[in-house]
């Protein structure tokens, strides 16, 4: 139903696991205990060509779509990395592919494939609204050749290890558009020029190795041709990357679930208590298939959602639902791994507990399982809205 050459996508998977391997639990487990970014990783990964994979071949990419975006996201999480460290730059290109200038792709793209510049911020979410994105605060003011940004972003990471970041602030009053949708625009915002000179960045600290800030803007001022696509049109734009974003996240939680259920296995198979390995135990073994089944359908609908992507078919439906069965799956996966491993799984020496909080994270962001729900209630069953 879902064509694919089957060749391409193994020979993707054999390249990313044989960078992989250079990066072992143990570096990843460093990397987490001393809350540093993957730079080396990052830094592989990007002179290999994966992190261009979706950039057009004329721009210097390989002119891959989001299906053989999504294997790459997964080989990382499957061989015990944490794709969250790289994945902002896959999603965020669909803003400036999709809507950008020829003048904005001949610019940033073919330095972006070379990995001159990085694109993995995108700043979206604010305190006071969470994902109800149209009641953004975040002000852009148009003063001649230039916009003056005002205003505050939260849970926005990888600032300090990008160049560039896809803004999305409310160019025409909420009070003043026929549709609240309406009034917002995009911009790309180069770091360097913002922070210290209007921008102010403020780390979170939180539970998993993701670098994510709180962000304020005090008339901050960028080029006017710094806007992307149409204004007052970006939350039409930004949603076509969500739906990317959400294929590629399900991907990394099926990367997640492959991880635990194979950690899961083997322990099962080597463990041996009251003269028998634990796996012989319907207890143990049952628990592990179950989250086995629950991966592979997850998988289904991510071929399904990435097809529908890349053929120009709205995928909202599809990317929706891919991301809450992988995040379901690869959390009841992780559930299983640690539970199999009992009271090993939390030493950090197995790495099921760094794996355990990673893949955590995906019930909650980048959108919850509660608003894909409300989504699947509203546009498909035609239900009431229920917020």
Same mark, same amino acid.
């Given at each position: ?81 944490n794709s969250g460290t790289v994945h ?175 950690? =899961?296995?083997?322990?099962? +198979?080597? *463990? ?6 634990? @796996?012989? /135990?319907? &207890? ?12 592979? =359908?997850?998988?289904?609908? +991510?071929? *399904? ?6 053929? @120009?078919? /709205?995928? &909202? ?27 090993? @799984? ?36 035609e239900l009431p809205r229920s917020f």
């Amino acid at each position: 139903m879902f064509s694919h050459d089957q060749e391409s996508i193994e020979a993707i998977r054999d390249g990313v696991r044989g960078l992989c391997a250079n990066f072992d639990d143990a570096y990843w487990r460093t990397v987490d205990e001393k809350k540093e970014f993957p730079e080396e990783f990052v830094s592989a990964l990007t002179e290999a060509g994966w992190l261009a994979a979706m950039i057009p071949e004329e721009y210097g990419g390989s002119g891959l779509g989001l299906t053989e975006a999504s294997i790459i996201l997964e080989e990382v999480n499957r061989c015990g990395g944490n794709s969250g460290t790289v994945h902002g730059q896959m999603y965020n290109m669909f803003t400036l592919l999709r809507h950008g200038s020829e003048e904005q792709k001949k610019k940033y793209l073919p330095k972006i494939a070379a990995g001159e510049l990085r694109l993995q911020s995108m700043a979206v979410t604010e305190p006071t609204t969470g994902t109800d994105t149209t009641k953004i605060k975040t002000t852009a003011v148009r003063q001649g050749d230039k916009y003056v940004i005002n205003g505050q972003k939260v849970w926005i990471s990888r600032i300090q290890h990008s160049d560039l970041m896809i803004l999305l602030a409310r160019t025409t009053p909420i009070e003043q558009v026929t549709r609240k949708s309406l009034g917002m625009s995009i911009f790309l915002v180069d770091l360097h020029q913002a922070i210290g000179n209007g921008m102010t960045v403020q780390p979170i600290p939180n539970m998993v190795n993701h670098e994510t800030n709180e962000l304020f803007f005090d008339d901050l001022e960028i080029p006017a041709d710094s806007l992307i696509g149409e204004e007052g049109m970006g939350f039409r734009y930004i949603l076509d990357g969500l739906n990317a974003e959400r294929a590629l996240i399900a991907a990394e939680c099926i990367g997640d679930g492959r991880w635990f259920i194979e950690k =899961a296995s083997r322990y099962a +198979r080597d *463990r041996e208590v009251f003269g028998r390995p634990i @796996g012989k /135990n319907q &207890g143990v073994q049952f628990p592990i298939a179950q989250a086995h089944i629950d991966v592979e =359908a997850a998988d289904l609908m +991510r071929w *399904r959602a990435c097809y529908e992507y890349d053929h @120009g078919q /709205n995928a &909202g439906a599809s990317a929706n639902m891919a991301k809450y069965l992988a995040a379901e799956a690869s959390w009841k996966a992780a559930n299983v791994c640690l539970q199999t491993h009992g009271g090993f @799984g939390f030493a950090s020496e197995y790495d099921v507990e760094r794996k355990f909080r990673e893949t955590r994270l995906y019930q909650v962001a980048p959108i919850s399982t509660n608003l894909i729900l409300s989504y699947v209630a509203e546009h498909l069953l035609e239900l009431p809205r229920s917020f």
